[in-house]
């Protein structure tokens, strides 16, 4: 079963084989979702970190002052 998050007003609308989680972003295999606009910046270091990995993330999370929240995002990768 796949995993995804979206504004709370599409949620609904998700497929069967698709389970709505209450998170930021979403990475589940090589699909990201995020909730909102709001999440860009989230959505932006969930992207780096699937193309260029965690210490890529850390190197340009760290002068924006923007530490990413591991909690908030939510991650099944595919092996």
């Not at 979206?6 to 295999?29: C, L, R, W």
């Not at 995020?34 to 780096?48: D, N, W």
């Amino acid at each position: 079963m796949q995993q995804a998050t979206a504004h709370p007003a599409f949620v609904d609308e998700f497929p069967a084989e698709v389970t709505a989680v209450d998170a930021n972003v979403v990475v589940d295999g090589k699909v990201v979702t995020a909730r909102g606009p709001a999440m860009a910046m989230e959505f932006a270091l969930a992207l780096v970190e699937q193309l260029y990995g965690k210490d890529k993330v850390d190197q340009i999370a760290k002068p924006m002052v923007r530490l990413p929240k591991p909690e908030k995002l939510i991650s099944r990768r595919l092996i």
